[in-house]
């Protein structure tokens, strides 16, 4: 069965450093694609980053980028120099190409420290 | 921009009652979905929507039916509200294409007494 596994909770990272949120995920299938997501206090997920199975170079969009690592079956996000503002919850998503059903891992609380 | 919208951001409500929750998308999306979101446990897919009257059950089904009479309207159903069921509900919709990426809404935290 598909699974997406955060193991930390919650992070703590000085303001303007870069920090990596860990993602691990299981399938069987040779083709998904790997979200990112940010839900600030307010509630509301906001997409950060996308990378296909397929894609060769890792995704980057400003100043996140995904560490994609295919045969660990790994997707870390990296955040750098980090700001305030990026003091949220981070979920790990994956989605098997072909179904509309996409799994969450349980979270990561990220705490930006001025 | 792909705007989702829902009902409520807040809702207070008693065991028993029929409670609605009301999702709309302004980009004609085709697919649909809502969530359930609980500490410690993730996003969990109650039922999804794939065209006007079209729907499947998520993982979490159990208490809750879907409506969708009209392509950017996907109503949540609770028949007779629990207090398990006092949690934070999510709707999305899907941008086709390569990504396919979800685009949510603000959420209504529930609270069932």
């Known amino acids: 069965a598909q699974k997406i596994t955060q193991t930390q909770p919650g992070m703590f990272v000085q303001e303007k450093e870069a920090v990596t949120l860990d993602c691990t995920y299981d399938t069987s299938d040779q083709s998904y694609g790997l979200f990112w997501y940010k839900q600030p206090s307010s509630g509301e997920m906001i997409f950060l980053i996308y990378q296909g199975s397929y894609d060769e170079q890792n995704a980057t969009e400003g100043r996140y980028s995904l560490n994609f690592q295919k045969a660990r079956k790994s997707a870390n996000l990296v955040i750098s120099a980090s700001q305030l503002g990026d003091s949220a919850m981070y979920f790990c998503a994956m989605r098997e190409v072909g179904t509309y059903k996409y799994i969450f891992g349980t979270g990561t609380r990220l705490k930006v420290l001025a | 921009d792909v705007k989702v919208t829902q009902s409520s951001r807040y809702l207070v409500k008693r065991t028993g009652e029929k409670v609605f929750l009301e999702c709309v998308q302004d980009m004609d999306h085709e697919n649909m979905f809502w969530y359930r979101q609980d500490p410690g446990l993730g996003l969990r897919l109650i039922y999804f929507?794939?065209?006007?009257?079209?729907?499947e059950k998520g993982d979490i089904p159990e208490g809750y039916s879907v409506s969708r009479e009209k392509k950017e309207r996907f109503s949540l159903i609770l028949e007779s509200a629990s207090t398990n069921q006092t949690s934070m509900y999510l709707c999305a919709s899907i941008n086709r294409g390569t990504q396919e990426t979800q685009y949510f809404g603000p959420g209504t935290r529930l609270l069932v007494l």
């Open positions: 929507s794939y065209d006007v009257k079209m729907k």
